[in-house]
């Protein structure tokens, strides 16, 4: 399977505060941060518990799925990589089996496609075994 | 205890610009644009400039406090601020820090300013060329979220959306902006009127909702207020403008990382909006001028409604092109031309807007503009606002 976008974009940099992500999204798994105090879901990953402001932040394996909360369909070309690539799909997901926390990718769809806020979509794990280091994307498809 | 309040007790006394240039096209370097825009403030003002012994900005402008002070032999530096925040949603908060200089005794003459010869440095709707992104980009940038216009497109879509509004509420924002401009002969848009088809037919820049029209221009120039006590305004050449309300930050976790704001599809105004009315002791029904900061049409919508000036569910019947016109439409907005049409200097040029309404020498004059609201840049964290009166709103 081709990935959603061509070559040369900027890569992660697997930054301590989020490397059990980075490393979940390598063996397939969707990890989220999660309060040990709490129990509040926080995302994008933070050092401190929002709710509680415990320091001892966990990591939990969530279900790989959710909603679409909002999307859009860049056609301007907004990086070297993307000339004359054409318009793309970006999504907002929501998890509502994690707190409802949300997470940007890739819709994995014609560039033509409806999409439509509220529709159930699943996570697709993109590699990149080939980047120094390697990453995994997580980008999203309709529910089939 | 006495009231906390900056109304009423700071007045703007002198505005200042360059000439508005295309991206690019600023023959001069940007530090000389913000000189140029400071004594032109000062000039205005009838102050001798090494009178001035603040400068408060925004957006990490590059012309720094410091530099300006030495560069012009001022004899006392007594406040420098930036202001945190990208992009415009710092410009109300710079005149309001001013202000609270000013009032407090911190300094006796603030300079409130932006200066922007962007062409001299890189372009807005490119993403930073970096190997590797990092902090939030790193979970937007590799899918292609890099830009302005890219980072708000979900809020504008959500919103959009939930309430049914039709991108026509959004092209009549932005014909707005440009019908002002054909009157004002220093906007960059000057000559070139914005029609229904031309808008309808510009390219995508991000579907559902930014076209071309939607969003902002780049542009070199620089722009600046003088910020004194009110008492020292009444002996000056010009009207006293006056400040009567501000406020600036963000509500709950507006800058969650991620796109996880809890109120997701907004521009970051509620709480700032309300702090500002209730220090203005006004309402949206009190201002006769709004000046609306457009980064993108869909913004200034949201912008609008968070100010209580637009209601979502009347939004495409109220958003038509006849209501924003000066002199008589029923919320005449962005009468210079705005971000859009004017000049992009960061809405630093619509506070001189505000202030030439208040005056009566605009060039799109509104009959008898007692209050002006200027609607800081929207769906950025933080955001400002501010609302100026004449000395009959006192």
């Known amino acids: 399977m081709s990935n959603a976008l061509p070559p040369g974009l900027p890569a992660p940099a697997q930054e301590p505060v989020a490397k059990p992500y980075w490393e979940g999204t390598r063996t397939n798994k969707l990890m989220i941060q999660r309060c040990t105090g709490c129990g509040a879901h926080q995302w994008g990953p933070e050092w401190v518990c929002h709710r509680c402001h415990s320091f001892d932040l966990g990591w939990e394996e969530v279900a790989p799925r959710g909603r679409i909360w909002s999307w859009q369909r860049p056609h301007h070309p907004v990086h070297p990589a993307l000339n004359g ?35 159930e979509v699943e996570a697709v794990f993109e590699p990149h075994d080939d980047a120094d280091p390697p990453y995994t994307l997580v980008q999203w498809r309709a529910k089939g | 205890m006495s009231e ?82 990208g992009g415009g949603g710092g410009v109300a908060a710079s005149v309001a820090n001013a202000a609270a200089a000013v009032h407090s005794g911190m300094a006796n003459c603030v300079i409130a300013f932006r200066s922007l010869a962007q062409g001299q440095f890189a372009r807005y709707g490119r993403g930073a060329a970096v190997p590797a992104a990092s902090g939030d980009d790193a979970f ?60 309808d037919a510009s390219r995508w820049i991000v579907e559902p909702f930014h076209r071309l029209f939607d969003c902002c221009q780049e ?77 993108f049409t869909g913004g200034v919508l949201l912008s609008l409604v968070e100010h209580g000036f637009v209601d979502p569910k009347t939004a495409n019947e109220f958003l038509v092109l006849e209501n924003l016109l000066a002199p008589t439409g029923k919320m005449p907005m962005n009468t210079s031309g705005g971000n859009l049409a004017e000049c992009y200097m960061h809405g630093l040029e619509m506070v001189n807007e505000a202030v030439r309404q208040l005056r009566g020498t605009a060039n799109n004059q509104v009959p008898d503009a007692n209050v002006v609201a200027v609607l800081g840049g929207p769906m950025v964290t933080p955001v400002s606002s501010l609302v100026l009166g004449t000395e009959a709103t006192l």
């Open chain 2, 140 to 199: 937007l940038f590799p899918y292609g979220l890099m830009s302005p216009a890219q980072r708000f497109a979900m809020k504008i879509t959500r919103f959009m959306t939930e309430h049914g509004i039709k991108h026509e509420a959004l092209r009549s924002i932005a014909m707005a902006s440009y019908h002002h401009a054909q009157t004002n002969p220093s906007a960059v848009m000057y000559g070139r009127p914005l029609t229904e088809e031309k808008y």
């Open chain 2, 4 to 85: 906390r309040t900056l109304r009423g007790k700071v007045a703007i006394a002198g505005i200042g610009e360059t000439t508005y240039y295309k991206h690019g096209h600023s023959p001069d370097a940007e530090f000389k644009l913000a000189l140029q825009a400071v004594l032109a403030a000062c000039r205005d003002a009838g102050i001798d400039p090494k009178e001035v012994d603040g400068f408060a900005s925004y957006g990490n402008d590059r012309s720094e406090a410091v530099r300006l002070a030495a560069a012009l032999g001022i004899k006392e530096l007594r406040f420098s601020n930036m202001h945190w925040g």
């Open chain 1, 85 to 119: 690539h054409g318009p793309y799909t970006i999504v907002l997901v929501e998890l509502p089996e994690a707190g409802n926390v949300r997470m940007v990718g890739n819709l994995l769809c014609a560039p033509d496609a409806k999409v439509e806020i509220g529709a």
């Open chain 2, 219 to 295: 542009n070199d120039g620089a722009g600046a207020v003088l910020v004194v006590p009110a008492d020292r305004a009444k002996d000056l050449p010009h009207k006293p403008t006056y400040l009567l309300g501000t406020a600036q930050g963000g509500h709950h976790r507006s800058a969650a990382p991620v796109h996880n704001a809890p109120d997701y599809a907004s521009a970051h105004f509620p709480t700032v909006a309300k702090n500002m009315w209730a220090m203005a002791k006004l309402g949206p029904q009190d201002v006769d001028v709004v000046q609306a900061y457009e980064n």
